[in-house]
């Protein structure tokens, strides 16, 4: 596919997914707390919707295609009755976009049915498929969260006990939530790469969500992080914790603070928007230079120019317009309409541009060719001069942990200088954030994050090189930290 035709959504690392889980007293309409929960994580995936609720022994579930206010509807919502539920947002990290491999997932137990909500990315997927193929297993998707629930389903005794025997089985990151005929799961890998947060209901009841911002949503408060190696059964009366991995340090995925998480979800008491601002501040005194504009990509790269713009002295600009009803799935554009490009996405405001020395603030580059594209619409609009600056180092190594990321030959930064991707893009100067300097920001040591993309570091086992990974001569293989 050349850099013309790739989706204009192509040069950002993709969401996950987003996962959430509520049990409440009588009385209280679960499948809409989660319908509205999973609305404030429609941004952790666009691809399919699904909601799984328990009323007395009986699990519904309903899952589609689309977006959460496509898939549900009000007679929809008023099928799932009960006292306890689960919801899923999916992009595709793994598996195709398709029906069967919407989420919850279900497999029956017995005379029971567990359905199963997955954030994340297994590792030992083949290997753990070839054992629960051979042993019978009924396995229809091709995603690893159809492998977790094959598994919990396979053993016996209350789910707790389920769940509390399998993920020692489980290599990757993993943020789960799980419900059956009789009980409420969720539970999270040793590392916590993937967030995973606890909730209570003001009400009565308890919750569990992917990012706060789900808990605000609906009016929950928030209690505390899910932690490492936990499992977690909730009901409407209280919770049950069993720490059922040693936890390992805690390595959140530092792409929850640059990209992923919304900007009003908080994460260790600091709001995303807080942290994306000190990045940009960071970036300022790292890598000033001499302009009149300081112009934030929308959205996710507005935070960092606002900060940087405060850092700096350099008046901020909205400059850039974005068409936010342009999803990751609509109709591919002709060849005609390719010649405007990234206009379908963002269109420049020529009145605010022209003449202007920009310093433009965006969150990421992957391949580089979205990035390419911005700078000449910019120029194109009449900028006089185009300086990206990225609130993140350069992305040198793909992810195995819930990002849909390119593979390592595609990566723009790998094999070619800072000067070299300028000169690629068109920018007239390019500028990174530092890994220390993104350690400055985010205001924890490094060993509190995942930071695998940026320095081949993996915490957690990966597959076989030869799936992904692509080295140069004389480049070291990556090591696990």
């Given at each position: 596919?050349?850099?013309?035709?790739?989706?204009?959504?192509?040069?950002?690392?993709?969401?996950?997914?987003?996962?959430?889980?509520?049990?409440?007293?009588?009385?209280?309409?679960?499948?809409?707390?989660?319908?509205?929960?999973?609305?404030?994580?429609?941004?952790?995936?666009?691809?399919?919707?699904?909601?799984?609720?328990?009323?007395?022994?009986?699990?519904?579930?309903?899952?589609?295609?689309?977006?959460?206010?496509?898939?549900?509807?009000?007679?929809?919502?008023?099928?799932?009755?009960?006292?306890?539920?689960?919801?899923?947002?999916?992009?595709?990290?793994?598996?195709?976009?398709?029906?069967?491999?919407?989420?919850?997932?279900?497999?029956?137990?017995?005379?029971?049915?567990?359905?199963?909500?997955?954030?994340?990315?297994?590792?030992?997927?083949?290997?753990?498929?070839?054992?629960?193929?051979?042993?019978?297993?009924?396995l229809r998707a091709s995603t690893d969260s159809e492998i977790i629930a094959a598994l919990i389903a396979a053993e016996e005794g209350s789910l707790l006990r389920a769940v509390c025997a399998v993920m020692p089985r489980l290599v990757g990151a993993y943020s789960v939530v799980v419900i059956s005929g009789s009980e409420l799961v969720a539970f999270r890998d040793a590392h916590g790469v993937r967030p995973l947060v606890l909730g209570r209901l003001d009400e009565g009841g308890w919750c569990v969500a992917s990012e706060t911002c789900a808990l605000d949503q609906i009016g929950a408060r928030f209690e505390r992080d899910v932690r490492p190696g936990e499992a977690l059964r909730l009901s409407a009366g209280g919770i049950e914790s069993r720490q059922a991995l040693p936890s390992a340090g805690g390595r959140t995925c530092v792409f929850e603070h640059i990209y992923f998480a919304r900007p009003d979800s908080r994460m260790e008491g600091t709001t995303m928007w807080e942290s994306r601002s000190a990045m940009g501040a960071e970036l300022a005194r790292e890598s000033g230079v001499d302009a009149d504009l300081v112009v934030g990509l929308p959205d996710s790269g507005t935070p960092a120019a606002i900060g940087y713009a405060q850092e700096s002295g350099i008046p901020y600009s909205e400059a850039v317009v974005r068409n936010r009803y342009v999803g990751r799935s609509f109709i591919q554009p002709d060849q005609a309409m390719r010649q405007h490009g990234i206009r379908l996405k963002f269109n420049p405001l020529p009145s605010v541009i022209a003449g202007k020395r920009l310093v433009v603030v965006d969150d990421s580059i992957v391949r580089g060719n979205t990035t390419q594209r911005i700078v000449q619409m910019l120029l194109d609009a009449g900028a006089a001069e185009v300086h990206m600056r990225i609130s993140s180092p350069p992305i040198l190594w793909p992810c195995f942990y819930g990002?849909?990321?390119?593979?390592?030959?595609?990566?723009?930064?790998?094999?070619?200088?800072?000067?070299?991707?300028?000169?690629?893009?068109?920018?007239?100067?390019?500028?990174?954030?530092?890994?220390?300097?993104?350690?400055?920001?985010?205001?924890?040591?490094?060993?509190?994050?995942?930071?695998?993309?940026f320095t081949g570091e993996y915490p957690i086992a990966i597959p076989d090189s030869s799936l992904k990974l692509r080295f140069e001569p004389g480049e070291r293989e990556p090591a696990a930290a």
């Open positions: 596919m050349s850099d013309a035709e790739r989706p204009l959504d192509d040069d950002t690392p993709k969401e996950e997914c987003g996962v959430f889980a509520v049990a409440a007293p009588p009385g209280r309409d679960v499948s809409r707390i989660t319908y509205y929960a999973l609305h404030a994580l429609q941004h952790r995936g666009q691809e399919s919707a699904g909601i799984a609720a328990r009323d007395g022994a009986n699990v519904t579930i309903q899952r589609d295609l689309g977006l959460v206010t496509t898939v549900f509807d009000e007679t929809s919502l008023r099928s799932l009755t009960g006292d306890a539920a689960i919801g899923h947002v999916r992009y595709s990290t793994t598996g195709a976009n398709k029906w069967d491999n919407a989420q919850p997932v279900a497999q029956t137990r017995g005379d029971d049915i567990v359905a199963l909500g997955h954030n994340g990315n297994l590792t030992n997927t083949g290997e753990l498929r070839t054992e629960m193929e051979a042993a019978g297993a009924d990002i849909d990321m390119a593979d390592r030959a595609e990566l723009v930064a790998v094999g070619r200088s800072v000067e070299e991707i300028a000169d690629l893009t068109g920018a007239h100067s390019l500028a990174y954030l530092t890994l220390d300097g993104l350690q400055r920001a985010l205001g924890k040591p490094a060993s509190g994050f995942c930071r695998a993309c």
